[in-house]
């Protein structure tokens, strides 16, 4: 696999208790305005519901209006939990998406990581859940493949259905599937699926390397779902602060990840269940650790980072918690000016 070292933003679009939805909004417009100056390669958001993690419940409103404002920057959700969605309207939202940005959609698919929300849109339980996603992924490549759309399953039926829309990167646009264990990368790397990880460092190399392995054993199999990707990408998403001393970067960082731990347990503490994930800004053992400093600090932890997990795709977390959109910003272009220019690949 020939791996080159690239960069993306991550934003689950959190809601403010200091700002009004409109203004995170605007906030995320302008970091992506930035993002395509400064030469990222694309902006994913999330999709939840129901949860102060995410205000972003319809992600195509969002990145539609991204893709008026920006040239080149990719856009995409990380991921659009399909079994949410009606399936031949989902076809024809990542076509319109796909066209109105000029062939820059990136289209991450899940069945949606939790539970909780999923009850919201009738899933009775994870099995439920996990049939509807596949049917739901099911339509969306039988509608690819032709121009009327006929499909028989246990949840959707479509008979001689026309379609006049189709993305402009064909067969669609490159796939992102995020993974958390052997089997899912399995899958993932089985169809050359993008991932994305978010979990301690030290996790994160295993998986990478048996993605690489059972890539290589399978790129050329036939009927692979993203056999039109040559290069995936293997992502580690990363909170970061960077600011001019490490005193700041180090208080708004801490600040900024108290309110995403708020935010990320919401509706597990909500519940009285206990956290999915450990989160602890400076522990090792967390899923997501905090970089925050100076550049010249940002830059080592960062090479660190790579070298522990071999990923080849920096997803950046600038705008977390409810860090202010100046200094999302003045990350974003001291990571552009001093940090990005100095990292490099690790060796898979």
């Known amino acids: 696999m020939k791996e080159t070292l690239q960069f993306g933003i991550f934003d689950w679009v959190e809601a403010s208790p200091t700002r009004t939805p409109g203004e995170v909004y605007a906030g995320r417009l302008a970091l992506a305005e930035a993002a395509d100056r400064a030469g990222f390669h694309a902006y994913m958001v999330a999709e939840h519901q129901g949860t102060p993690l995410s205000i972003n419940g319809q992600p195509s409103v969002l990145l539609a ?25 989902f076809y024809n939202e990542v076509c319109m998406l796909d066209q109105l940005s000029g062939g820059r959609l990136e289209l991450g698919v899940g069945r949606g990581v939790s539970p ?51 993305p402009v990167q064909q067969p669609y646009p490159p796939l ?64 970061l602060v960077i600011a001019e001393t490490e005193a700041e970067a180090h208080r708004l960082g801490v600040e900024a990840y108290a309110t995403w731990v708020d935010h990320i347990h919401h509706l597990t503490r909500k519940l009285g269940r206990p956290d999915a994930h450990r989160t602890d ?10 970089v925050a400093g100076s550049p010249r600090t940002v830059l080592e932890k960062l090479q660190r980072l790579l070298d522990v997990t071999t990923a080849n795709y920096l997803l950046c977390v600038f705008s977390f918690g409810d860090l202010a959109p100046e200094h999302a910003l003045r990350s974003l272009d001291l990571f552009r000016r001093e940090v990005m220019p100095h990292l490099r690949l690790a060796a898979p």
Request: aromatic share 12%; hydrophobic share 30%; net charge positive.
């Open 281 to 290: 800004p400076f522990d090792p053992e967390s899923a997501q650790p905090l």
């Open 65 to 89: 209006a991204m893709g008026q404002r920006t040239k080149r920057l990719r856009l995409g959700a990380l991921t659009f939990c399909l079994p949410w969605y009606d399936a031949y309207r």
């Open 176 to 239: 992102w599937f995020p993974s958390s264990n052997r089997e899912s990368i399995d899958f993932t790397a089985r169809h050359g699926y993008h991932t994305a990880l978010l979990m301690k460092p030290e996790a994160c190399r295993p998986l990478f390397e048996q993605y690489r392995a059972t890539w290589e054993q399978h790129r050329n199999d036939p009927g692979r779902h993203n056999a039109h990707v040559t290069a995936p990408h293997l992502g580690k998403t990363q909170h």
């Open 116 to 166: 909780i929300e999923s009850v919201i849109f009738g899933m009775q339980n994870i099995e439920h859940s996990r049939e509807n996603y596949r049917e739901t992924l099911e339509v969306f490549f039988a509608a690819s493949q032709s121009r009327t759309l006929n499909y028989s399953g246990k949840h959707y039926q479509y008979r001689d259905v026309e379609i006049h829309n189709r």
